[in-house]
């Protein structure tokens, strides 16, 4: 299959372009100056059903909405674009509407990024002990873009804030000077874009360096739902699954993070054929899906997601919650409901299907997972415990914030059961070298989508 892309300037291209209405037409070309649009023919013809496709989540995953911008935003950008606008006028505007959308919210940049022999890693993020995340440069875009997604900067050219890094001899060393890493994840963006020639040379850096202390290799991807001829038909597709062999026949687990929103991206021929032959190297694939809501806010696509992962083979592994970032307002589900949509869903599957966790907040101290609402001595309560801490120590015990059913994130909780504070509080400030927390917490970090 011929990989075709569609993005603003071919939008009249699309074959299903007759069924778009003036209005959603206008409205796509308004909203994508800000959110970065792309899509592709398996996404146009095999995903999205243009029968229903206002409320279609395929469309509304790929399709800008006029609802994602705050109405005053889209119609200063609608007079902008119009005839007179002037050029610069409208790039400061999507600019600061993008800065206000919060493309690298705090923390991201300043306590993630590690040091080697007194330089830092653009490229490389190492926020828990046992995993480093890589952004490889030729892995920053992908076969389509996800309305929801934060990852602008490396797709829209806000420069200063891109990640990106071309030497794999660097990660190497990294790797050499901390072997409490075990986890190196491959992270973009999507970095299966790359070329197969590219991937190798990665892989083939990671691999002839002979690392004892490196168990995984992980491919976070969203190909399996955007683009599964990766695997089928592209030219190096056979290359590819190749490379998958040869790092399990080294004896390094390879990891494939899929990133799957909806069951019906699980629903074609492709997709079937691309798991089975994925598996068929020795590759496990897990899943991981945020919230959404508009796209995945019902506990019974949840359940149905979960099965069908199962049934073909894959290991359902993290829900998250929506970051505050984005169109927040558009695709963000309160925790209460998040609380609901997980459990729910979680209750009515076999325990198979339970190795999923979640419902989890990638919050700047840690991976937050939201266990439980609860009344302690009178008192409604979440519970709450960390998947991941900046401190590992910090992970598995149980703590307990005020019950608040309009929070959306951890930085709108505060301590229950009269605390002054949250446990893990006074380390984290040491450990960030700061003194005082804007809010309660500190807000959102780095979340792993795809
Ligand atoms: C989620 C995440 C990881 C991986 O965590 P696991 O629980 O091992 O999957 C690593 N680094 C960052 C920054 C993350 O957000
Ligand atoms: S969520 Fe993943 S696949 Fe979707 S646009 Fe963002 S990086 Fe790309």
Known sequence: MKYQVYARHNLHKIPSYGRLSREQIHNIKIVSEVLPFKTNNYVVNELIDWDNYQDDPMFILNFPQKAMLKAAQFNTLAEMTGNNGSKTDLAKYVHEIRLNLNPHPAGQLEHN?????????????????????????????????????????????LSELKFAMKQAHLVVSYLRENPSISDILFTGGDPMVMKADVLEKYFQAI????????????????????????????????????????????????????????????????????????????????????????????????????????????????????????????????LKDAHHIFNTAYQKVSG???????????????????????????????????????????????????????????????????QPHFFYEPEYLKLLKIDKLPGHTLKTDDKLYA
């Open 113 to 157: 990024v590690p040091m080697l022999k007194g330089k830092t890693l653009t490229g490389i993020q190492h926020k828990y002990r046992e995993t480093m995340l890589f952004f490889p440069t030729q892995g920053q875009t992908c076969h389509a873009y996800c309305t929801f997604c934060f990852r602008w900067p490396q797709f829209t050219g």
């Open 207 to 334: 691999l002839d360096a002979d690392l004892p202390q490196l168990k995984t290799i992980r491919i976070g991807s969203k190909t399996l739902s955007f683009w599964p001829y990766r695997y089928l038909t592209d030219p190096d597709a056979g290359k590819v699954l190749d490379l998958f062999r040869k790092i399990n026949d080294r004896g390094i687990h390879l990891a494939f993070m899929a990133h799957i929103n909806h069951p019906k991206e699980l629903s074609t021929n492709a997709v079937h054929e691309a798991v089975h032959l994925i598996r068929g190297t020795g590759a496990q694939i897990r899943t991981q899906s945020p919230l959404l809501r508009h796209i995945n806010n019902d506990p019974v696509i949840w359940e149905q997601m979960w099965r069908k992962q199962v049934d073909m083979g894959m290991v359902p592994y993290y829900m998250f919650v929506a970051r505050d970032t984005g169109a927040q307002s558009y695709f963000g589900v309160t």
């Open 352 to 418: 198979i299907c339970r190795t999923v966790k979640g419902p989890s907040m990638s919050a700047g101290p840690g991976k937050v997972r939201i266990v439980g609402i609860t009344e302690i001595h009178n008192e409604k309560v979440f519970v709450l415990e960390f998947l991941q801490g900046r401190n590992s120590e910090w992970v598995g015990k149980p703590f307990f914030a005020k019950y608040n059913p309009a929070a959306m994130w951890l930085d709108e909780l505060t301590p229950a059961l009269g």
